[in-house]
Every structure is written in structure tokens, then in C-alpha cells.
């Protein structure tokens, strides 16, 4: 399966999927048609699917369009949230498979972000996942509808998948959040380096989208609760913060809000 990111409105990421015959294709999160149309024109594929990740207006403001404008399109989403992905066909629980331009592919429960946000999996040499508004390269996403703990079991969820797993993220946040995470632990070699890089991809316009999961459990604060110089850092700010892995993970995600 190739994997094109199809940047959308401000700094989203759509992702256009095709299939091993190169000539079925699917888009993860359709937040507007028209560069989705253009870049499926220009290669000359088919469009069958919309996979959506949750239901946030930048990631299927353009559903309904591309629905109206591709007939019988199969739009996948989250069973929780089965009334708010527009022009929903398909509605996945935790752990089911389905099957996308011929290729099999897993729905992954990861709620917090949204009470109803999906990640999905692709096994197979070069695994692959689509983590949406949940995982960010170097952050996650804000807690409108869960708590702390919640994003900490879905994040530990795709850390829990393989280490060379490519995770195709929602939006370009990647320079701002590994600046945030060098605050953090400015002792960490890992983020020091991809900061760097990321920089000057930056400089050069690029995109920074695929992360792995094993960069993540690097670079990642939010994957980095038991991280020494995380925790001291964080408690020397909030002295009264108990030493445990939620407290510090909470006020990790605060600190961010105000970032
Ligand atoms: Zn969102």
C-alpha cells in the first residue's frame, strides 16, 4: 500500500491510501475535496473509501461533498460515533477488521481527544497507523472529551504496536511540540537531534509526517511519564504535584494548553 499525506486548510494532514494494484484508493480524514479529488486525478486512481478518524470539522468537513460527488463511496468511523461522522456507511468497534483497497486493516479504540476517535492499523511488512487528533509527532491532542488517563491508555495503546510502525499523524504541529519537549527533558539527545532536523525540514517547507513508534517513546513527553528529567522538571514547577505517572502526565498536558 502507498501512503501520500495530502496537506488540507491550515496545517491538517489528509492521507491518500492506495492499493497494491494502483488503482484503489482511500483517504484517511477528508477535511475538504478538492485537493483530494486533484491529487487522485493526477495519479489516476479511484477513490472507494473515506476512513475518518473522529468527527472534528477539519478532519470531514468534507465528507458529505466527497459522498455526493464519488456514488456508493464507503465512509468508515468510529461505532461511538455513528451520528456525528457525516455520511457514515460503516461503523467499526474497537479491534474489528475491514478490508480497504485490497489491503486488511484494523480499528484501534483510542477515546480522550474525542469520546469516539478511531486510530486505524495496518500490519504487514511496513506496519502503518493513523493516529488522527490522539498522537502527534513529539505531542498528543487535547482533552475535550476524557481525562488524562484515558489519553494515557490510548497513547500507550500505539505505543504498544511494533517499534518500526510508521504513525501518519493529524496535523503539523511537529517543530512547536519538540521545542515544547526540550524544555521539558533539554537533557534528552533524541529530542535535541530531531529538533534540529525538524527545523530544517521546516525551513525547507516540508512535511514532517510519518513519525515511528519507537521515535515516539523517544522524543514524546506524552509517552514519557517515567522519564526522570521529565518528572523534575515538571515537579519543580508544581512542588505540591505528587510524584505519580497521572499527576505528571496531567500537568504535562496543561503546561502544553498554555504553550
Ligand atoms: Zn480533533
Redesign the pocket.
Known amino acids: 500500500m502507498d501512503i501520500a499525506p495530502i496537506p488540507l486548510l491550515t496545517d491538517n494532514y489528509g492521507y491518500l491510501l492506495i492499493g497494491p494494484c494502483g488503482r484503489r484508493a482511500a483517504i484517511v480524514d477528508c477535511a475538504e475535496v478538492g485537493p483530494v479529488l486533484a491529487e487522485t486525478e493526477r495519479r489516476g486512481v479511484t477513490l472507494e473509501a473515506i476512513l475518518s478518524t473522529?468527527h472534528?470539522y477539519?478532519?470531514v468537513g468534507g465528507n458529505e461533498e466527497l459522498a455526493r460527488a464519488v456514488p456508493g463511496i464507503r465512509v468508515l468511523g468510529s461505532r461511538a460515533d455513528r451520528t456525528r461522522v457525516p455520511a457514515l456507511t460503516e461503523a467499526l468497534a474497537d479491534e474489528e477488521e475491514f478490508e480497504i483497497v485490497g489491503v486488511r486493516g484494523r480499528a484501534l479504540f483510542i477515546p480522550a481527544?474525542?469520546s469516539g476517535h478511531l486510530a486505524y492499523f495496518f500490519a504487514g511488512e511496513g506496519p502503518s497507523v493513523f493516529s488522527?487528533?490522539t498522537l502527534f509527532a513529539a505531542g498528543c491532542?487535547r482533552l475535550f472529551e476524557g481525562s488524562p488517563e484515558e489519553m494515557m491508555r490510548s497513547l500507550s495503546k500505539l505505543a504498544a504496536l511494533p517499534d518500526s510502525t510508521r504513525i501518519y499523524f493529524?496535523h503539523e504541529y511537529t517543530e512547536k511540540n519538540l521545542a515544547f519537549a526540550h524544555e521539558l527533558e533539554p537533557g534528552n539527545p533524541d529530542i535535541a537531534g530531531k529538533l534540529a532536523r525538524v527545523r530544517r525540514l521546516r525551513a525547507e517547507g516540508r512535511a514532517t509526517t510519518p513519525t515511528t513508534v519507537a521515535e515516539e517513546k523517544l522524543t514524546n513527553p506524552f509517552l514519557r511519564w517515567n522519564s526522570e528529567e521529565l518528572r523534575t522538571n515538571v515537579r519543580r514547577r508544581f512542588p505540591d504535584l505528587p510524584n505519580d505517572p497521572i499527576a505528571v502526565f496531567a500537568k504535562t498536558r496543561e503546561l502544553k494548553d498554555q504553550y
Do not use: C, E, K, S
Open positions: 473522529h472534528h477539519d478532519h481527544h474525542t488522527g487528533d491532542g493529524g
